[in-house]
């Protein structure tokens, strides 16, 4: 890896990841070649029409997901580690935002965390926006248990075309942060993919891209480095913390 740009010791770091991180975790990216968007339809799956038009196609894709990702025994790999030992030994704040639905993170150790597009091992009622963990399927017939209804039940993940979550706390961190990190994540899908922009319009802090390749904004990025996840993500944390020491 290229020498690395080192921030102050007390830098407050926020650190945006996607579906990269996770890949070789075993679970499928969305835009590469063989990824889920090549395979089934946004339109189809993941949009409140699509859920509203045929609830049960959208629960069978997310059932389909959520089996996958609590049955095969995937585990956090070496890039979900390095970023949980980040935030147990650096001396300023560090924040991931994850725009995945899976659990690799906490599972890893990170505790300051936001799910930006949900959780799939969550389900939320659309009459009375309860949300209960959820582990096996969901159907229409299932009724919530905070209001008695039944139909509302769906996946607690983000669809196209609804607000992401917790964008008022993930702003305030920006604004503040002294270095942020994009990390697997192809740079399509906003409000995330405007997080580079919105650092560089406000002219503080540096930003680092780590992705196997350069992602739709990379000219964004002050500093980038390309290669696997579970290869540059430990290395450039090492760098980070070799030089605290
Ligand atoms: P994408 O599939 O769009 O992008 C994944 C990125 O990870 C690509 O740039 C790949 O080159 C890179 N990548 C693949 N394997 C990698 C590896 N082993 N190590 C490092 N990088 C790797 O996924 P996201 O950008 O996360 O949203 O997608 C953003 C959102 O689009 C998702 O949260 C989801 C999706 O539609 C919703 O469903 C709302």
């Known amino acids: 890896m290229k020498p690395i740009q080192q921030p102050a010791s007390d830098a407050r770091i926020v650190i945006l990841t996607g579906a990269g991180i996770s890949q070789e975790s075993g679970l499928e990216t969305f835009r590469d070649p063989d990824g889920i968007w090549s395979k089934v339809r946004i339109e189809d799956v993941a949009t409140p029409e699509a859920f509203a038009a045929d609830p049960d196609r959208v629960h069978a894709f997310y059932n389909m997901r959520r089996k996958r990702a609590l049955t095969l025994n995937l585990e956090p790999n070496a890039a979900h580690k390095a970023l949980a030992e980040l935030e147990a030994r650096w001396p300023g704040e560090v924040l ?27 389900a939320r009622c659309n009459h009375c926006s309860h949300v209960v963990p959820w582990s096996g399927d969901m159907s229409v017939d299932v009724v919530c248990e905070g209001c008695a209804k039944p139909g509302g039940i769906r ?42 922009g919105l650092m560089r319009k406000m002219g503080r802090g540096h930003t680092v891209e780590l992705n196997l390749e350069p992602s739709t904004g990379a000219s964004l990025f002050a500093e980038s480095h390309y290669g696997k996840a579970t290869d540059i993500v430990p290395r450039y944390v090492a760098a980070l913390l070799n030089d605290q020491t």
């Open 96 to 122: 991931v935002v994850t725009q995945n639905v899976d659990s690799f993170h906490e599972r890893a150790g990170t505790t300051n965390l936001i799910h930006m597009h949900g959780r799939h091992a969550e």
């Open 155 to 196: 996946p607690n993940v983000v669809w196209f075309g609804e607000m992401p979550l917790q964008m008022d706390r993930i702003q305030a961190a920006l604004f503040e942060c002294d270095l942020f990190i994009s990390i697997g994540t192809s740079g399509n899908v906003y409000p995330a993919a405007g997080f580079v």
